[in-house]
């Protein structure tokens, strides 16, 4: 019996959801504002990388190219916007 009322609610979250969207279209976006979406979500996928090896690099030189590498990376965000 508990089975019919999660599907029950399963069913209404979907329908929630569903009228959600085609309650408010989002506009089209142009291939411009898409290819910097993209470039974004790269650089922020190549900064949370950066990050990581930075929290495990211990020798002095390869932290400083990583740390040069974070400030170009953040510079190109900071570009984007």
């Known amino acids: 019996m508990a089975r019919g009322f999660e599907s029950k609610d399963v069913e209404s979250q979907q329908q929630e959801a569903q ?44 932290r400083e190219t990583l740390e040069r590498g974070l400030k170009y990376l953040e510079d190109q965000l900071k570009a984007l916007d």
């Open 19 to 62: 009228d959600r969207r085609a309650a408010a279209p989002r506009p089209a976006k142009s291939p411009e504002q898409l290819q910097k979406e993209r470039q974004r979500e790269g650089l922020q996928l190549q900064r949370t990388r950066v990050l990581k090896q930075l929290e495990a690099a211990s020798e002095a030189r390869y």
